[in-house]
């Protein structure tokens, strides 16, 4: 019998709106939502639906107005924004639809400032950053600028720097939205190969049908709520391919 | 993630030239202006200042400022001699004149008329010529101030000043005056016989203390005395500067342009940082998804100003050095850098730094990280 995987994340009643008076809209009507342990849970939906704004505020960086929002028990609405920055710092990672790399920094440091960040000695900082371009397979390209890269190389860059500080819980964002099928699946392996630690949890807002069997569960959003959730279809390749990139 | 601070500010070189350039030129123009400023006010009491020797200048008590001369009687010099604390006083005159040029022009001078032994008030250098000759009959010597059309008089040139022949027997060179009237050299005697006819002619009694005496308290002395005024060198000098500064605007309008540039700085350093730090938004937003704290954030922004501060401070003085690099107080360019004008830019640079670097960090801090995911 599978044991049960602790839940890291867990949405209750989630409601956010925008704006004021009339032009006052309501992007989310009531989230319920979990992710486990060791499990990449794939949030899909049509555009405007709130993944986005969902995914904001399980990494902290929103408020909801009511509801409750809990990372490994911890309740993010009692938090003050020092606090949250401070767990965000602690324990989350960013994988972003735009990369957000910073255009004048090498790809090495690049990939460090979240340990940067932590006030990690540069050296070591540094050094982490290379093992883990190492990984995602930008050995060489250490003191290029981003901008010599390309989209999918450039997306790897950010995936380093969003695992090299080794994040409990990784949030993306459209991580392959910008890269063709090819890149798009290397990417997604890398994330897959994180996602199998006990100690992770990874949410992927996507739009992607091709990626969705990197997924363990999808979550499928609909006018600001989460219209259902089911385990995401697997094949015994990706499953092996996952498993021989976490060796 | 100070370094990182400095490689967003230095890793896109248009922007940062921009940036640095924008604040130099402030500088340079707040410098630049403002040695000109002292260098022109320094001029209006350039004659006090070139006779060391004096540490008094006695007049007529209502003098004011150096180019307000009431003469007074020629006996003053003695009189002063009698003072206790006095070691000497010499008579020096100073008055208009007009010469008849060698191309039949005319040309308003200052004559200095000095005394024949110890030649206080006499030009320091001269280019040709020697200043021995002063003694020869109608010998004068004459400064040309650089300008080309007076140096149509070399040694030897006959010419009459005020109706009366004058020989130049050396071509002087002094520091330049706020006024741009060639100077005519030569003994007071002979001096007196160019001015016109007046029963007081004694411009000022030159007078040095005695060792040890307070030059302000031996001009009090020589004021109860004799009834005339007397002033310290200093005391004199600021108040020619002073008269100038008040009388004659140039304060203002120097003022004017030296705020112009401080405004045009603070606007052009100001804003292309700024624009910077808002080209910049997306990746501070994600630096502050990523945990970043607010006191770090600041720091970086304000690490960010300062560098570009200091670099655009220095390069601005530098450039306002070096355009005063050949210009000397014989020039015709007025041009004086004295540390307070660099402490002024300094202090204006620190407050656009402040400026740009405060509103950015607020700008900074005002970023929503969730943008990062739009």
């Not at chain 2, 206080?120 to 040309?144: C, K, M, T, V, Y």
């Not at chain 2, 002619?201 to 031996?218: I, N």
């Not at chain 2, 107080?329 to 307070?340: C, F, G, K, L, N």
Request: glycine share 10%.
């Amino acid at each position: 019998m599978e044991a049960v995987k602790p839940n890291v994340v867990s949405v209750r009643n989630a409601q956010k709106s925008f704006g004021e008076g009339n032009a006052r809209i309501q992007v989310l009507r009531g989230v319920e939502m979990e992710a486990q342990a060791g499990e990449i849970m794939l949030l899909v939906g049509p555009s405007g639906c709130g993944k986005t704004t969902l995914l904001t505020i399980v990494a902290g960086l929103l408020s909801s107005d009511t509801g409750s929002v809990e990372l490994w028990g911890h309740k993010m609405e009692t938090m003050n924004e020092a606090r949250r920055t401070d767990f965000r710092r602690a324990n989350i990672g960013f994988v972003f639809q735009q990369f957000n790399l910073i255009p004048t920094l090498s790809v090495l440091e690049n990939a460090a400032i979240p340990l940067l960040i932590r006030s990690t000695p540069r050296k070591t900082a540094l050094d982490r950053s290379a093992a883990m371009l190492d990984k995602v397979g930008l050995s060489g390209r250490y003191e290029d600028r981003p901008g010599k890269l390309s989209g999918g190389q450039q997306q790897r860059v950010a995936i380093a720097r969003a695992l090299v500080g080794e994040p409990k819980l990784l949030i993306c964002d459209e991580p392959t939205a910008s890269l063709d099928g090819e890149t798009g699946a290397k990417v997604m392996e890398i994330l897959r190969a994180n996602a199998l630690r006990d100690d992770r949890c990874t949410i992927v807002v996507t739009h992607d049908h091709r990626i969705f069997k990197y997924g363990d569960r999808i979550a499928t959003m609909r006018d600001g709520v989460i219209e259902s959730i089911v385990p995401a279809p697997q094949t015994a390749s990706v499953r092996s391919l996952a498993l021989v990139a976490k060796e | 993630m100070y370094r990182v601070a400095l490689r967003m500010l230095m890793g896109d070189t248009t922007k940062y030239i921009a940036l640095v350039f924008g604040l130099a030129f402030s500088t340079m123009l707040i410098v630049q202006q403002g040695s000109v400023f002292t260098g022109l006010m320094g001029r209006t009491a350039a004659k006090i200042d070139s006779i060391p020797q004096a540490d008094i200048w006695v007049m007529d008590p209502a003098t004011r400022y150096f180019d307000e001369r009431k003469p007074i009687e020629d006996t003053a010099v003695l009189r002063v001699r009698g003072v206790p604390g006095v070691d000497w006083a010499e008579p020096v005159f100073f008055g208009m004149g007009t010469a008849r040029m060698p191309d039949k022009t005319f040309a308003s001078v200052l004559i200095v008329g000095v005394d024949r032994a110890s030649r206080l008030g006499l030009a320091d250098r001269f280019e040709s010529g020697s200043p021995d000759a002063i003694n020869q009959p109608d010998a004068i010597l004459w400064d040309h101030l650089n300008l080309p059309i007076y140096q149509q008089v070399k040694v030897g040139t006959v010419m009459e000043i005020n109706d009366r022949r004058a020989q130049v027997v050396a071509i002087a060179s002094a520091p330049r005056t706020i006024n741009s009237n060639p100077v005519v050299y030569t003994t007071y005697n002979r001096a007196l016989a160019y001015a016109p006819g007046e029963r007081k002619r004694l411009a000022y009694v030159l007078v040095k203390t005695k060792p040890g005496e307070d030059p302000q308290v031996v001009a009090r002395r020589i004021r109860d005395v004799t009834g005339l005024g007397a002033k310290s060198r200093d005391e004199f000098f600021w108040d020619t500067v002073k008269f100038f500064l008040k009388s004659t605007g140039i304060g203002i309008n120097f003022g004017l342009t030296v705020l112009l540039g401080f405004i045009v700085g603070v606007a052009v350093a100001g804003q292309t940082f700024y624009t910077f730090t808002v080209e910049n938004t997306k990746n501070f937003a994600a630096l502050k998804a990523m945990g970043l704290g607010r006191w770090t954030l600041i720091g970086m922004v304000l690490l960010q100003a300062t560098v570009v501060g200091v670099l655009g401070w220095g390069l601005g003085v530098g450039g306002a050095a070096i355009f005063g690099l050949n210009i000397t107080d014989r020039s015709v360019i007025a041009y004086h850098m004295t540390p307070q004008l660099m402490a002024i830019s300094f202090a204006a640079s620190v407050f656009t730094v402040l400026l740009a670097g405060g509103v950015s960090a607020r700008r900074v801090l005002k970023i929503e990280p969730a943008i990062v995911f739009r």
